[in-house]
């Protein structure tokens, strides 16, 4: 059975007004652990489109086909409930089970292969991989990163959001924002990029990926390898940037972003002590073929901080003014 005929979906609509907004419950068959699953795809503490609420409730600006949306998601013993503000509220609601890994599918994944990955594992056996289905929204702060300090390009990310992105619907808080839309940032003028330290190279990668962002998000129908395809058909989105968007926005629980110096070398230390390169990296997650990106995030997950560091940090970026 298909995990999402699995799925379990409760949805009462209420009224619409700014305040309501539109509720459901979403109940999935095996528990999933709602903050590690998502978190890949917040850039951040300081992300204006995210927001972690006091009472435990975790806020989400999105766009959607049909329109800006707020999502909220607090976890609760009857399931996840959700409420959702804005003209793409149904659409938030429909996605949130997307969102939380329903599509994915651990059944296969042997994590005792190595001690490493079945200790990570044997305690985070609900994390899942996300597939948020939105491919532009996951494009533009993966190019960001491109070949940049993880700081600078979470920063520039926050700096062009607030200042280009649209107040999240409901009563969400003021300083949240939905990212923009395509044509959003192709109006981004030039030194809007600059002072936030983007260089014209990845600008230019945002660009054109913009002018045919709807035939990219039309992958996010399309088998995995059709929208790689289609991603690689835009210069500047190599192996590295398409591996992190099918990481988050397809679901892809395969996915290895190779051409990243740190994590090639995080798995060689982890799963044997010493650093390794790509190929190295790559033989050693053959083992785990069609979960590769999962063994990746549990590793992650619990080896980085133990993990030595491998060379120099890189300079921080300035403003490009």
Do not use: C
């Not at 609420?53 to 800006?68: E, F, L, N, S």
């Not at 300090?149 to 300083?175: E, I, S, Y």
Request: charged share 25%; no cysteine; net charge positive.
């Amino acid at each position: 059975m298909s995990a999402l005929r699995r799925i379990v979906v409760g949805v009462t609509t209420g009224p619409t007004d700014e305040q309501a907004g539109l509720t459901s419950v979403y109940r999935p068959r095996d528990p999933v652990d709602v903050r590690l699953t998502i978190a890949p795809l917040r850039r951040g503490a300081g992300d204006p489109a995210w927001w972690s609420a006091p009472d435990g409730a975790i806020w989400q600006a999105t766009g959607t086909p049909d329109g800006p949306a707020t999502r909220r998601l607090l976890v609760r013993r009857d399931g996840v409930h959700v409420t959702a503000w804005g003209p793409g509220a149904e659409r938030a609601l429909a996605g949130v089970p997307d969102l939380l890994g329903a599509r994915d599918e651990p059944a296969g994944f042997d994590s005792s292969l190595h001690p490493v990955v079945r200790e990570a594992y044997r305690t985070r056996q609900a994390l899942r991989i996300p597939r948020s289905g939105n491919v532009f929204e996951a494009l533009v702060p993966a190019v960001l990163e491109q070949k940049v300090v993880g700081l600078d390009a979470k920063a520039a990310w926050r700096r062009l959001v607030l200042q280009h992105g649209t107040p999240a619907p409901g009563p969400a808080p003021r300083t949240m924002r939905v990212p923009p839309s395509a044509a959003a940032w192709r109006a981004v003028p030039v030194w809007d990029w600059r002072r936030a330290g983007v260089e014209e190279a990845r600008a230019g990668t945002v660009l054109r990926a913009a002018l045919v962002a709807g035939r990219l998000q039309q992958g996010a129908e399309l088998p995995i390898e059709e929208a790689r395809r289609r991603l690689l058909t835009v210069r500047g989105i190599g192996p590295w940037t398409v591996a992190e968007i099918a990481s988050r926005a397809l679901g892809d629980a395969d996915a290895v972003s190779v051409g990243d110096y740190h994590l090639a070398h995080l798995v060689g230390w982890a799963l044997t002590g010493s650093r390794t390169d790509d190929a190295g990296m790559l033989r050693l997650l053959e083992p785990w073929a069609g979960h590769r990106q999962r063994v990746i995030r549990l590793i992650e997950l619990t080896q980085t901080h133990n993990a030595p560091r491998f060379g120099p940090r890189m300079p921080r970026a300035r403003p490009l003014v």
